[in-house]
């Protein structure tokens, strides 16, 4: 199974919204409500930050919100801080005992 | 406090062989698939093995089937990959993930880096 296509880049002030999309094939995303998304800060381990789509773990500022549509699901930042610039990663279930993560994204606040 | 260390990896020769361990605490390691998720130098995540509770159900990604060895010692809450016949496109940093099922990985550790290299 191939990646899941995320943009390399993405970018937002402080205070803003910054939405970034996970693309990947009625297989995967559009198949399974079973879309995570987790943040990679540099030198550190990803931290799960959604998943099921649209739930957040105890102690993930409602900030973050997920959601999905057919074959893309997406990652939002509301209100963008400081500590949000980190690299995000979405990952889904692909049936059949596969998993497949997107190429990350680079989110930049500027 | 949920909690996963890694432990066991370096520099490897290519065709070598090296085991890399994970040790787990804060929670009932018997109720939980636990995994390994690789992250080659300035690379993505990559999935890589999964195991049941009970070891009885083991998965791979292609790349590393037949060389790469999942297992797992509940009495210690121990995860463990052996890996085998390693070539350069496994240097990677090593994750311990604990697996709340269809591969959503709640609990990540600090990483081991193995290098493979001459």
């Known amino acids: 199974q191939s990646a899941l296509t995320q943009p390399p880049s993405a970018s937002g002030s402080p205070g803003q919204s910054v939405t970034i999309s996970c693309t990947g094939t009625s297989s995967d995303v559009g198949g399974y409500n079973y879309v995570s998304w987790y943040q990679q800060h540099p030198g550190k381990a990803p931290k799960l930050m959604i998943y099921?789509?649209?739930k957040r773990p105890s102690g993930v500022p409602d900030r973050f919100s997920g959601s999905k549509s057919g074959n893309t699901a997406s990652l939002t930042v509301s209100g963008l801080q400081a500590e949000d610039e980190a690299d995000y990663y979405c990952n889904s279930f692909g049936g059949s005992n596969h998993v497949v993560f997107g190429g990350g994204t680079r989110l930049t606040v500027l | 406090e949920e909690q996963l260390v890694e432990s066991g990896g370096g520099l490897v020769q290519p065709g070598g062989s090296l085991r890399v361990s994970c040790a787990a605490s804060g929670f009932t390691f018997t109720a939980y698939w636990m995994g390994w998720v690789r992250q080659a130098p300035g690379k993505g995540l990559e999935w890589v093995a999964d195991?049941?509770?009970?070891?009885?159900?083991?998965y791979y990604v292609d790349s590393v089937k037949g060389r790469f060895t999942i297992s797992r010692d509940n009495a210690k809450s121990s995860l463990y990959l052996q890996l085998n016949s390693l070539g350069a496109e496994d240097t990677a940093v090593y994750y311990c993930v604990r697996d709340i099922g269809w591969y959503r990985f709640d609990y990540w550790g600090q990483g081991t880096l193995v290098t493979v290299s001459s």
């Open positions: 099921d789509v649209s």
């Open positions: 195991i049941k509770p009970d070891e009885s159900e083991k």
